[in-house]
């Protein structure tokens, strides 16, 4: 790995640029005693911006590499690694040949090979830097796959450790779902269907669990933002509608929140200290949509993730989803999908614009409350 010459000489070797963030890094030992270090973020976007595409992707891939640790309740200590080598995962590329990153066209498998050495060059840029063991060891495995596909050592299952599989998961989706020079933008669905068709070959089933938790609370937190509900007014009647309005928004909130999860409305109501007759009427009313409609399509969608997921039978997966027998659930996803539950699981298929029929369709149905 490290040759026996001293750090110090290695670092002079380097380039200019890379020789300062390896000093920066030196000052933070693993990112420091609190999660998201204002100076540690700074420095991750300071580098982002000198990195081939320059959009954001080192801060992305952490933060989604932290809502999962949580999910998975992680210890602060490991969500403080996990943090630090995730906004640093990609760091290596600095150490790549921009023509190279930026090449639109075929590559060959010699470049293929070339591309791939960023993951041990990562480790070293963080060796050097005084980083911890298991932050280099995440930032060289982050490549790494279960069956032993990935790079740069071939390493399998437990071989891979867990923060390095957590980071894996939000890389490739937050990968296959920006532009690159060589391919074209993927949409949520297709690289949603990617990974849980290839969870517990490539990518660990717990975390891919956590994962699909998370991308759903961001997917709508992103088509729902807070800002659009209504303000307090002196008006008595006034403040009855905008009451009216907050109540139909949470509902739909959590309606459309659980597109992976059990749909109540009774529970939602509960929430609200109203009748759920009353909350469909509200959202009825401001929404001009019947709850069923929606809570179908949720249901849908939680459906084919079950399919593609898990090894619940079809049964077990229509009660697990909400619908009253498996012959509904069946009809459902046949009307909704184009496919049924057999085909989806056989064929591990996502049904193509899915998720962002669902999306778009709620993204209109919020839009209206904003104006109000």
Not at 75 to 95: C, M, N, T, V
Not at 162 to 170: G, K, L, P, T
Not at 185 to 209: E, K, M, S, T
Not at 271 to 282: A, G, Y
Request: net charge positive; aromatic share 6%; charged share 25%.
């Amino acid at each position: 790995m490290i040759e026996s010459i001293q750090s110090t000489e290695i670092i002079k070797l380097l380039p200019l640029h890379i020789q300062g963030i390896i000093e920066d890094l030196k000052s933070f030992k693993d990112g420091g005693k609190y999660l998201q270090s204002e100076r540690l973020w700074m420095l991750a976007a300071q580098i982002d911006s000198i990195m081939p595409y320059r959009d954001g992707h080192l801060l992305r891939v952490a933060e989604l590499s932290l809502k999962i640790g949580k999910a998975l309740k992680l210890d602060e200590e490991q969500l403080r690694i996990l943090e630090y080598s995730a906004l640093f995962h990609d760091i290596g590329k600095l150490g790549i040949s921009e023509t190279l990153l930026y090449k639109d066209s075929p590559i060959t498998d010699e470049e293929r090979e070339c591309l791939k050495t960023h993951a041990i060059l990562g480790g070293k840029y963080l060796s050097l830097a005084s980083s911890s063991p298991l932050a280099v060891k995440v930032v060289i495995g982050h490549h790494e796959r279960l069956n032993g596909s990935g790079y740069p050592a071939g390493c399998r299952s437990h071989q891979i450790c867990q923060i390095a599989r957590i980071v894996a998961v939000a890389n490739v989706y937050d990968s296959m779902t920006s532009l690159r020079p060589y391919r074209h933008q993927y949409d949520p669905d297709f690289a949603l269907g990617h990974i849980a068709r290839d969870a517990g070959v490539l990518y660990d089933r717990n975390i891919v669990n956590a994962f699909f938790s998370v991308i759903k609370t961001r997917l709508i937190h992103d088509i729902c933002p807070m800002h659009i509900l209504p303000e307090e007014s002196s008006n008595q009647k006034a403040n009855e509608i905008s009451k009216g309005k907050a109540s139909a928004y949470f509902a739909m909130i959590n309606i459309l929140g659980s597109c992976f999860g059990k749909v109540r409305l009774l529970d939602i109501a509960n929430k609200l200290h109203q009748h759920p007759t009353e909350i469909s009427k509200l959202i009825h009313q401001h929404f001009q949509v019947s709850i069923p409609d929606v809570v179908k399509k949720v249901r849908v969608a939680y459906g084919v993730y079950l399919l593609l997921i898990t090894d619940m039978s079809i049964k077990e997966i229509a009660s697990e989803a909400g619908f009253s027998s498996q012959g509904y659930f069946t009809k459902t996803m046949k009307k909704e999908t184009d496919l049924s539950p057999i085909e989806i699981r056989k064929n591990k298929h996502y049904p193509e614009g899915l998720l962002k029929k669902v999306i778009e369709e709620s993204e209109q149905i919020l839009r209206k409350l904003s104006m109000v």
